[in-house]
């Protein structure tokens, strides 16, 4: 029901910046977009939220980030951003994009998509 395609990842030093983009291209129009959404997976540590943003505008950060990151939306072209300011080696991971859709008219049943994942790399 959507591709979702990111790409900003890179290396940095520590203090830099990144901005991640992401592009969630539906491939039929009876389905929506309710959250969009980055989460990463550092080696050896299971895959949590960054950072989400409704449809309605209303974001969530994780606690790790409040501050230096942050989530934006152009609805227009159902892109979602991710600015990374304030970088650190812990920030380190593969960043996924995120997706929770709906299908008009069954607001109630959801589906996750994800992108393939976008390395952030900082050194010290």
């Known amino acids: 029901q959507v591709q979702l395609e990111e790409s900003g990842g890179g290396l940095v030093q520590a203090g830099e910046s990144l901005r991640l983009s992401c592009v969630a291209s539906r491939t039929s129009p009876i389905f929506a977009i309710n959250v969009l959404g980055w989460y990463r997976q550092a080696p050896g540590k299971q895959r949590e939220v960054v950072a989400t943003?409704?449809?309605?505008?209303?974001?969530n950060y994780a606690d790790a980030v409040k501050g230096r990151f942050t989530i934006s939306r152009d609805s227009a072209t159902d892109t979602v951003y991710l600015q990374m300011n304030s970088l650190k080696p812990e920030d380190i991971a593969a960043y996924y994009c995120?997706?929770?859709?709906?299908?008009?008219?069954?607001?109630?049943?959801?589906?996750?998509?994800w992108g393939q994942g976008t390395q952030v790399t900082v050194s010290s």
């Open positions: 943003i409704a449809s309605g505008g209303t974001t």
């Open positions: 995120y997706a929770k859709m709906y299908r008009r008219g069954i607001e109630n049943v959801f589906y996750d998509f």
